[in-house]
């Protein structure tokens, strides 16, 4: 049995009326706990609407959601703790934080799950850590901070929740590299920790090479590929009909390949890069 999955779900916005829009189609998606999925897939093939069935902000007109066994849309399903257990963070999250202190911010969602006030401390110190924040930040204001540290209090609001299955939707859009870096190592701190599923939606496919162990590639609001990173870029016609594409280090050794048929082309992450250069660059001082 899987954690969370979701089968044959059809949703459509502004249904039964000219503007009707039909974004998910007969969509099947199993999370396993543990996993760490990127979902890729061009601007409007229903990224963010799946994120929002997922975690049961939006109904589905058709088709299943499956929570440990349960159809969260039945009548005895606890939507409410659904909605602690599978916590989403949506784009620029550092929109949604209101409080005068980083400290109040985080405690709101604590607040919210009656989490005994004993172990609010404890609980923020351990976020803090994971997100990569010292403690005196925390008398500071969310607004005076830069905007990657305003990403990682927003994310410390939603992982001081503990939830069993995060979801964000593209947690680094806007942020440098270093920024990006340290966001994705506090999600695999995040998993390590507690065994808990994650999927992002994003649309470098640098990220997702480098970061997630299996990749949902979305076109036209169906599954165009779905596998682990180097089975879905293995498909690289596919991706760029839809708009998508390869990492640029594959598309760089690919481009070697035309002259050296020896270069491996299923590379799609920077260290696995970096080996096979350096083992082309030796032979070919070697020759
Ligand atoms: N509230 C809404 N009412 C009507 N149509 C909507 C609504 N939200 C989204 N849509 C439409 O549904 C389609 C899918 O939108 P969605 O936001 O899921 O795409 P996305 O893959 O997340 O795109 P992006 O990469 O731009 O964030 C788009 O065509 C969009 O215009
Ligand atoms: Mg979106």
């Not at 998910?24 to 061009?42: A, N, T």
């Not at 609407?49 to 007109?61: A, M, Q, S, V, W």
């Not at 005895?76 to 784009?91: A, I, K, P």
């Not at 005068?100 to 799950?113: C, R, W």
């Amino acid at each position: 049995m899987s954690l969370l999955s979701i089968e044959n779900v059809d949703y459509s916005y502004a249904k039964k009326t000219t503007f009707e829009k039909h974004v998910l189609k007969k969509l099947s998606l199993k999370i396993e706990p543990g996993s760490f999925i990127g979902i890729i897939g061009h601007t409007g093939s229903g990224k963010s609407t799946l994120i929002k069935i997922l975690n049961g902000l939006l109904k589905p007109d058709a088709g299943t959601i499956l929570y440990k066994g349960e159809n969260i849309w039945s009548k005895n399903f606890d939507l409410r703790n659904f909605h602690l257990d599978v916590g989403v963070s949506f784009q620029y999250p550092e929109h949604q934080l209101f409080c005068d202190t980083v400290k109040k911010d985080i405690e709101y969602g604590l607040i919210n799950k009656g989490v005994p006030k004993e172990v609010y401390e404890s609980k923020i110190k351990k976020t803090l850590n994971i997100v990569g924040l010292s403690e005196s930040y925390l008398e500071k204001s969310p607004f005076q901070l830069s905007g990657g540290e305003m990403r990682k209090v927003a994310l410390a609001g939603t992982i001081v929740l503990d939830p069993e299955v995060l979801i964000l939707d593209e947690p680094t859009a806007g942020l440098d590299p270093k920024s990006t870096q340290q966001i994705y190592d506090s999600l695999k701190t995040y998993q390590a920790q507690t065994n808990s599923s994650i999927i992002v939606v994003s649309h470098s496919m640098e990220d997702v090479s480098e970061y997630v162990t299996d990749i949902v590639a979305l076109d036209d609001g169906q599954i165009l590929l779905q596998g682990k990173p180097d089975q879905v870029f293995d498909n690289a016609e596919k991706l760029k009909k839809v708009g998508l594409d390869v990492p640029i280090t594959t598309n760089i050794l690919r481009l070697l390949a035309k002259d050296n048929p020896s270069v491996n082309t299923n590379i799609y992450r920077y260290e696995d890069t970096k080996l096979e250069i350096s083992r082309l660059l030796k032979d070919a001082i070697l020759k």
